[in-house]
């Protein structure tokens, strides 16, 4: 499926409880008292009629489907609630790749983030707010984003692996990704106020 054709069809979906979509594709939300934490993108690829995937290259051939919620704060106003994942961090293959052939910019140069309201952690409902694409052909952004890349990169590399931290990143910062907080995979997350940006929610991006 292409992209603008997946986009269209998304955008249909505006407004509507993925959590009802969830029992109509028959995805498990809760297992044995355990969250699926993917189930709402689950969803979005049943209805797209996708199949699941989290290889590193782009999902679906030439893009990248990525899913983040959102909250209201009490002023009313709608945020982004936490960082987005990118893609895993091979420290390999980041000592050995220059920015313009990372697995980083192949997944940001054609995505869809669909957004979708947080509305509290038993994930009885949740509306899709937003569906947005982003190609990373702002200038300053891709600019910021490989100066973000390289500082990962040079890190690896002059330091080693284990000396990443996800204090590093204007825009995108490595932190580990996976069970328990012994983790030592990490992945690449696009930070909150970059997420913001990609939806157009904020112009901010620092």
């Not at 989290?54 to 899913?67: D, M, R, T, V």
């Not at 702002?138 to 284990?162: C, H, L, S």
């Amino acid at each position: 499926m292409e992209r603008k054709d997946a986009t269209r069809k998304l955008r249909e979906l505006e407004g509507q409880d993925l959590r009802k979509l969830a029992d109509r594709y028959k995805v498990t939300v809760w297992k044995e008292g355990k969250l699926n934490k993917g189930w709402a993108g689950h969803v979005i690829e049943r209805y797209l009629g996708l199949p699941i995937n989290s290889a590193q290259s782009p999902n679906f051939g030439s893009w990248e489907l990525k899913i983040v919620p959102l909250k209201r704060l009490r002023t009313g106003e709608i945020v982004v609630k936490e960082t987005m994942a990118i893609t895993m961090i091979d420290p390999v293959n980041i000592s050995q790749k220059e920015f313009e052939e990372s697995h980083l910019l192949t997944k940001l140069k054609k995505i869809v983030v669909c957004a979708r309201m947080f509305e509290s952690k038993e994930e009885k409902s949740s509306l899709l707010i937003k569906v947005s694409t982003f190609d990373l052909d702002n200038p300053a952004i891709y600019q910021q984003v490989k100066a973000d890349y390289n500082v990962v990169r040079n890190t690896i590399k002059q330091n080693g692996f284990d000396a990443l931290t996800g204090k590093m990143g204007v825009l995108v910062q490595p932190r580990t990704k996976g069970p328990g907080h012994g983790s030592t995979s990490r992945a690449f997350y696009a930070r909150k106020n970059f997420v913001a940006h990609i939806l157009g929610l904020s112009d901010k991006t620092t």
